[in-house]
């Protein structure tokens, strides 16, 4: 696991519940109080009504597959062998969320828009924990 | 609102236009001497000096004050708004309210980038903030083209726009560069060519992508009643808009539209006053092929979701009816990293009718419409030689 050659995220403030939820395998985000939505990336306050009353709540981890690119061409060093599948994820909650999706085909004849996917974590580093999505079920 | 808005239409000109003395791969010259070369060459177009100016706009990584100082200018008013490759578009507008407000007279906008040498920049990779290297850089989020092919594959799946009519923008847009000296990629190009080359991130190939060059570019604006004395025919800045959605790629409102543009467009066409019809040269910021498809439609010269369509057949080429992109554009003309300055300045020479085997025949009104992030944000510029009665 420390041989990660990916970038790896650093916590901020009002990320570092996101990352440490990672780590234990549990999918959060923050929610605004009073007008009920579910915020990503993580701020500190609700970008629909400003409000700092935010809380931190467990989503479900299922969503669908919104977009996605096969890239041939990928970033240097990154771990994922090309081709991979950069995904934007629609969770059930309501946010996009940009992940890899892992266990299917990088080949876009067999990913489909629309398709149910789930969380699926990925242990990086003695400290770090990425969530990945993979087709809902178990793969492909 | 409209009425307010046209109010400002005519008050403020483009006088200069220049580019750098040369671009491509240029090892030998820094971010900074390209902005030189495209001041000092802009200046002269307008038959100004330097010390005529008294703000200076430019977008970089570093202070607004370091172009400044570099050019040897003690501005009163400095914007170093960076909002991607169309901040030199909405530096316009930034350039008409200081100009209109009365606070300053000549406003120099500068750009010069080393994008393909990386002489002279700043060493922190533009794109890499706190966010970004939580949410995006993990995912391996490969730079440009894997951001755009997000949307592209969006809008291939909700209007069924096709890599064929992808292909076809890229070869319009050569056809141009065959017209223009000056251009980097000169070859004849087909359909077939853009198809077959290596797939970059999927949808997107080789061909689909941009050129990156080291160029600089400038453009110097007036008041209406300086620009009547300087050197060239006045271009007038009839209508601007900027706007801006969102910078990490995964919050884009809508993947298959240009919300930002739409903005940027509505507010440039309701403060000029003209129609879609009205405009002669259109100068679209083309990154990716998919740029300028969702941004015909975020412009509303088609529907959404037809902007595939619209550059099919080559209908933006030369000869066609909708002329686009005439220097070769970002993909076969030049791309430093902040391709909207190129856009301006062709603009500006189009109306004037300085284009040579390029020109669009009675070309009076042109559209420059940038891009900023990963369609963040945008800025629209409508601009002719006549202020519409």
């Not at chain 1, 935010?54 to 990154?78: C, M, N, P």
């Not at chain 2, 706007?243 to 507010?267: K, L, N």
């Not at chain 2, 129609?275 to 529907?303: N, Q, S």
């Amino acid at each position: 696991m420390s041989d990660y050659t990916g970038p790896l995220p650093v916590a901020t403030p009002e990320t570092k519940p996101f990352w440490d939820a990672a780590r234990r395998h549990e999918l959060t985000l923050p929610r605004c109080r009073p007008c009920g939505s579910f915020v990503f990336f993580p701020r500190s306050v609700c970008p629909r009504c400003l409000s700092a009353d935010v809380e931190w709540r467990q989503v479900s981890g299922r969503g669908t597959l919104h977009t996605f690119t096969v890239v041939h061409r990928g970033a240097k060093g990154f771990p994922l062998g090309t081709p991979y599948v950069i995904a934007v994820v629609e969770l059930a909650e309501g946010p996009r969320m940009m992940t890899n999706l892992v266990g299917a085909e990088p080949d876009p004849a067999k990913l489909r828009i629309g398709m149910p996917v789930e969380v699926v974590f990925r242990d990086v580093s003695s400290e770090v924990t990425l969530p990945h999505f993979r087709p809902a079920g178990g793969g492909a | 609102m409209s009425r307010d808005l046209r109010r400002m239409r005519g008050r403020v000109a483009i006088v200069g236009a220049a580019e750098a003395d040369e671009h491509g791969k240029l090892p030998h010259k820094s971010a900074f001497m390209l902005h030189a070369e495209a001041a000092r060459n802009a200046l002269a177009d307008a038959g100004l000096s330097l010390g005529d100016v008294d703000a200076v706009f430019s977008a970089g990584l570093w202070m607004g004050s370091e172009t400044a100082e570099y050019l040897g200018i003690r501005p009163r008013y400095i914007d170093g708004t960076q909002i991607g490759g169309c901040s030199f578009i909405a530096h316009v507008q930034h350039a008409m309210a200081a100009i209109d407000a009365g606070i300053v007279e000549v406003a120099l906008i500068t750009h010069g980038e080393s994008g393909a040498s990386r002489i002279g920049m700043p060493g922190t990779r533009f794109g890499v903030d706190a966010f970004r290297m939580q949410f995006e850089q993990p995912f391996g989020l490969a730079g440009p083209p894997t951001g755009y092919a997000l949307a592209a594959t969006r809008h291939m799946h909700e209007y069924g726009t096709t890599s064929e009519q992808l292909a076809e923008l890229a070869v319009s847009t050569r056809k141009w560069a065959q017209l223009n000296p000056r251009a980097i990629m000169r070859d004849p190009l087909t359909v077939d060519d853009v198809l077959s080359s290596r797939m970059i991130s999927w949808p997107l190939h080789l061909l689909d992508c941009c050129l990156v060059t080291d160029a600089g570019g400038a453009v110097v604006v007036t008041s209406a009643a300086r620009a009547r004395d300087c050197a060239k025919r006045p271009v007038w800045v009839l209508g601007t808009g900027e706007a801006s959605t969102h910078v990490i790629v995964s919050q884009m409102p809508d993947f298959g539209f240009w919300d930002a543009a739409r903005m940027s467009s509505e507010r440039a066409f309701a403060m000029a006053g003209v129609r879609h019809a009205d405009i002669d040269v259109a100068m679209f910021y083309d990154a990716f092929t998919i740029v300028p498809v969702m941004g015909l439609e975020a412009a509303g010269f088609c529907g959404r979701g037809e902007g595939g369509a619209f550059v099919s057949g080559g209908r933006t080429a030369p000869g066609g009816p909708f002329p686009m992109n005439t220097n070769g554009g970002g993909l076969s003309y030049t791309h430093s990293g902040m391709y909207g300055m190129f856009t301006l300045v062709e603009a500006v020479r189009q109306v004037r009718g300085e284009c040579g085997a390029r020109q669009v025949a009675g070309a009076k009104t042109a559209i420059c419409h940038g891009l900023g992030g990963m369609f963040s944000s945008a800025a629209t510029l409508v601009c002719g030689t006549e202020i519409p009665s």
